[in-house]
């Protein structure tokens, strides 16, 4: 069992940054993909970013392909999102998820066991 915990959401202009951690429980987090994903009312979750269990693989949505950045420290059991240069349509409700299957994090909500609660990100324009 994993549990997650993200922060680091909040109010920002556009063009502004925000960093989003995620915090994981558990001694097997190391051996997990984990991707973020976000939901924005009345839209589907979308993939935003992942990383590979030993952080040596990402990927990115098209849409935050060199302005977000993921990366992990797992020796903290934590995975970090930077987002820099925002824009209003990155307002969302931003998730954290873990896979233990998975060597490369899928951009698929599905195979995803565990999630965390969600943090608000609001870029005001």
């Known amino acids: 069992q994993v549990q997650l915990v993200e922060s680091g959401g909040g109010l920002v202009q556009a063009g502004g940054s925000l960093r989003l951690s995620c915090a994981a429980s558990?001694?097997?987090?190391?051996?997990?993909?984990v991707g973020w994903f976000r939901q924005a009312p009345g839209k589907d979750r979308e993939f935003v970013a992942g990383?590979?269990?030993?952080?040596?693989?990402?990927n990115y949505a098209d849409s935050v392909k060199g302005r977000f950045a993921i990366s992990r420290d797992n020796a903290k059991n934590t995975v970090s999102l930077q987002m820099n240069s925002l824009k209003p349509e990155d307002t969302a409700v931003y998730y954290c998820a873990a896979d233990p299957t998975r060597t490369v994090a899928a951009t698929r909500a599905g195979p995803y066991d565990y999630w965390g609660q969600g943090t608000q990100v609001t870029v005001s324009s």
């Open positions: 558990g001694r097997t987090f190391s051996s997990y993909a």
């Open positions: 990383i590979s269990p030993s952080g040596g693989n990402t």
